[in-house]
């Protein structure tokens, strides 16, 4: 598809705010760092499993993983640098740990806040654009199922819910309503995209819109609001769940009209692939377009996924130009919509 955008250079695009978690998210800002030097990627802190997991219980610091793994994919540094960040400790006490995260840690140690830290370690990345956690509080996620059952910890939820047999009927904050920080919520209002990145629903996404002050400021901003959809169920989170069920679980922590597109895959998966994540209880996200559209959403489909190493992924690349190419195009439409007639 031809698109005007291509020619427009990355110091000319776009504002960009992009929020999530986990690789999702990572994926989506290493596209668009190629579209856009404008990007902010606000980011959940409520991880406490693995290596991040380790250092909040041992350090008392935010967890640092997803915020390693975003300015890893918006870094700009010599390619020995991004080997150092990502470098894991193979035996001892340090068994599992990444640098990234250690190097991080240390800066939170000396700086005044942990976005401070995250600042710092931007500034060494040379990074495109800015990463912000979400909040600077303390916070933990507790998980309420269809039968009544609570698990508190991000970490727990995908046991609890094997446990329980049911779906997750609401994700709350402890402690409720954390204090956005100042800084995300001035990036939302000055966005003129904000797209809500692929990833895990109950524990990369909603947790962002749990904040205070978030949903607010997204309702607020004069921005092209987009949803990006998963490509498969999750097992643990969204088995059985169709797109329309995404939607919904998103409006009940936030509310209706919160985004106005949900961009959805239309990548064909082989039926092998497709066997291989049944065996796993994940399944290709049944696109339910009419539901979606009565909820209020349009819907529009393009090949953002790729096969790769026998799994399915959205591609960087594919990602971040299908969105370019929907702003440029919904761009163009409101300057028609407000250009006076001679």
């Not at 640092?64 to 918006?74: K, Q, W």
């Not at 001892?92 to 600042?119: H, K, R, T, W, Y």
């Not at 979606?292 to 992924?313: D, K, Q, Y």
């Not at 594919?318 to 370019?324: C, F, G, K, S, T």
């Amino acid at each position: 598809m031809d698109s005007c955008l291509y020619r427009i250079p990355p110091e000319k695009g776009p504002r960009v705010v992009a929020i999530g978690g986990g690789t999702g998210l990572s994926t989506l800002l290493r596209g668009l760092k190629l579209y856009t030097r404008h990007i902010t990627a606000i980011v959940t802190v409520a991880d406490d499993g693995g290596g991040s997991g380790v250092l909040r219980r041992d350090l008392g610091m935010l967890p640092p993983g997803d915020i390693r793994n975003c300015l890893e994919a918006l870094a700009n540094t010599e390619p020995l640098m991004t080997q150092l960040m990502r470098y894991r400790f193979p035996d001892g006490a340090l068994a599992g740990q990444s640098f990234g995260n250690l190097f991080l840690a240390a800066l939170d140690g000396i700086m005044p806040s942990f976005d401070a830290a995250v600042e710092s370690l931007s500034q060494v990345l040379a990074i495109t654009g800015r990463v912000l956690p979400v909040t600077n509080e303390n916070i933990q996620l507790e998980a309420t199922f269809e039968n009544g059952a609570k698990v508190v910890g991000e970490s727990s939820i995908f046991k609890g819910k094997k446990e329980q047999h049911c779906r997750i009927r609401e994700i709350r904050l402890l402690p409720k309503r954390p204090k956005a920080l100042p800084a995300a919520l001035q990036a939302i209002a000055d966005a003129e995209m904000i797209v809500f990145a692929p990833g895990s629903l109950y524990t990369s996404i909603i947790p962002n819109l749990l904040v205070d002050g978030i949903v607010d400021a997204i309702d607020r901003a004069d921005a092209l609001k987009i949803c990006v959809c998963n490509v498969m169920t999750q097992d643990g989170e969204t088995e059985g769940y169709t797109a329309s069920d995404h939607l919904r679980a998103l409006y009940k922590h936030s509310h209706p009209g919160i985004f106005d597109i949900c961009l959805a895959n239309s990548t064909t998966i082989p039926p092998l692939i497709a066997q291989k994540y049944a065996l796993e209880g994940e399944k290709p996200l049944l696109y339910d377009t009419a539901v979606c559209e009565a909820l209020g959403v349009e819907m529009i489909s393009r090949p953002v996924a790729m096969l790769e190493n026998g799994l399915i992924r959205h591609n960087s690349g594919h990602l971040a130009r299908e969105l370019m190419d929907i702003y440029q195009s919904r761009r163009r439409t409101k300057l028609r919509q407000y250009t006076p007639k001679k």
